[in-house]
T-cell receptor, first 117, second 110 residues
Framework: GAVVSQHPSRVICKSGTSVKIECRSL??????MFWYRQFPKQSLMLMAT?????????EQGVEKDKFLINHASLTLSTLTVTSAHPEDSSFYIC?????????????FGDGTRLSIL | GENVEQHPSTLSVQEGDSAVIKCTYS??????FPWYKQELGKRPQLIID?????GEKKDQRIAVTLNKTAKHFSLHITETQPEDSAVYFC?????????FGAGTTVTVRA
């Protein structure tokens, strides 16, 4: 149980393109979803927290107009990287929490490798 | 916010030996401490976690200890095997958000 599907797994596109990444909870309702970014040989850095039906909360230093997050349903959150540039190339990972008490394990997606040429 | 420090950054052990990774956290409100194993290009996988009302937890070859007073927690892997080679991350949480350590690259030499 507690499967999180992330799509696509890999994106290669030209500079200036907008890229949408989907994160779906397949067998549970995710009240909260998290988006992380991980550069090579570095740790996971939280970008934003999204709750179903409300605006995402962004971490300090993360541009909300560049990284658009939508959490329109209890099973789907999307991250759109707008006008992507080479410095946005990274591994993006989502995770989800279900309708349970706090501090339950976050369930991670498989990640999306984004490469901007 | 929470600040998690992790040491060492790299660890090389002989197969069969033990590996220990240590983390410290800054926020006394943190009450959940998971450990993740991440292989190259893959998602982090939860290997063990501990909550603040417990001092130690063990699952086969893996154990975690927590010292709330000192604000540090450790991962212990015994009888290491080549498949234990990966990057390990500790994390701390005071509500829903996780703050990760910088990671430890563990290499098990056959």
């Amino acid at each position: 149980g507690a499967v999180v599907s992330q799509h696509p797994s890999r994106v290669i596109c030209k500079s200036g393109t907008s890229v949408k990444i989907e994160c779906r909870s397949l067998d549970f309702q995710a009240t909260t979803m998290f988006w992380y970014r991980q550069f090579p040989k570095q740790s996971l850095m939280l970008m934003a927290t999204s709750n179903e039906g409300s605006k995402a909360t962004y971490e300090q230093g993360v541009e909300k107009d560049k990284f658009l997050i939508n959490h329109a349903s209890l099973t789907l959150s999307t991250l759109t990287v707008t006008s992507a540039h080479p410095e946005d190339s990274s591994f993006y990972i989502c995770s989800a929490l279900g309708r349970t008490d706090s501090n339950q394990p976050q369930h991670f997606g498989d990640g999306t490798r984004l490469s901007i040429l | 916010g929470e600040n998690v420090e992790q040491h060492p950054s790299t660890l090389s052990v002989q197969e069969g030996d033990s590996a220990v990774i240590k983390c410290t956290y800054s926020d006394s409100a943190s009450n959940y401490f998971p450990w993740y194993k991440q292989e190259l290009g893959k998602r982090p996988q939860l290997i063990i976690d501990i909550r603040s009302n417990v001092g130690e937890k063990k699952d086969q070859r893996i154990a975690v200890t927590l010292n709330k007073t000192a604000k540090h927690f450790s991962l212990h892997i015994t009888e290491t095997q080549p498949e234990d080679s990966a990057v390990y991350f500790c994390a701390a949480s005071d509500d829903y958000k996780l703050s990760f350590g910088a990671g430890t690259t563990v290499t098990v030499r056959a």
